[in-house]
């Protein structure tokens, strides 16, 4: 392999370490990691909401705090599915935002940062209502489109890339939340209407972010390797 494939070969493995590691570290963080989990919370109560809708339901309204939590106002559809698939589903969307940049053709990182704020843009009108939510939601809009309009190709794909880690990190750590011997939230809310345990399901939940997170580091790194052939 040649000294300059080498080279960009590890740079690209290092970055991806990067990220894991400074998503770990803000992850730490008092009050810091707040603006970026309101992109898992998002995530979270969309997939809530999108489960609802697939299975014959509607959504009412999506509610965002500051200190991360959120709510997803539904009516109708198969309450079973629209339990599991907030956290599955937070771990779904990072998963996709990452791919959707890394596995695109180079230059396309711009079109996809605008995709997702016009998402954004789309739940905002639909199912924002209270000031709260709206102002978050036009923080995430503003990030996604500050980084289409002004950031170069390669700085708005670092950043997309790392929201999407981000995100699938606060997908394993915001499950562990629920173990505190309330059962309430979406795994008492499960334990109930199955009898299954609520740690059970907040394991399945961790576990399905960690699988989903290291299918995209040894994916990136895969990919890293294949380009400096």
Request: hydrophobic share 55%; with cysteine; aromatic share 12%.
């Amino acid at each position: 392999m040649p000294a300059s494939h080498a080279l960009i070969k590890g740079m690209l493995e290092a970055l991806n370490t990067t990220y894991l590691v400074a998503g770990l570290i803000i992850s730490a963080i008092p009050v810091i990691h707040y603006p970026f989990g309101w992109f898992e919370t998002l995530f979270h109560e969309l997939s809530h909401g999108l489960a609802a809708i697939f299975t014959g339901g509607s959504i009412e309204s999506i509610a965002l705090d500051l200190d991360g939590a959120g709510l997803c106002a539904t009516s109708g559809g198969n309450g079973f599915l629209i339990l599991v698939l907030g956290y599955t589903g937070s771990a779904l969307w990072g998963s996709l935002v990452y791919l959707s940049v890394s596995l695109a053709k180079a230059g396309s990182a711009k079109i996809i940062a605008l995709i997702l704020a016009i998402i954004v843009v789309f739940v905002s009108i639909l199912w924002a209502r209270d000031i709260i939510t709206l102002g978050i939601l036009l923080v995430i809009i503003g990030l996604f489109y500050a980084a289409y309009l002004y950031g170069s190709h390669q700085s708005t794909r670092y950043f997309v890339e790392f929201i999407g880690i981000y995100v699938v990190l606060n997908a394993i750590r915001s499950p562990l939340s629920l173990v505190d011997g309330r059962d309430i939230g979406d795994g008492g809310a499960l334990s109930e209407m199955t009898r299954i345990p609520e740690i059970i399901w907040i394991m399945i939940w961790s576990l399905f972010a960690v699988a989903c997170l290291m299918l995209l580091y040894f994916r990136s790194v895969k990919n890293s390797r294949c380009s400096t052939v």
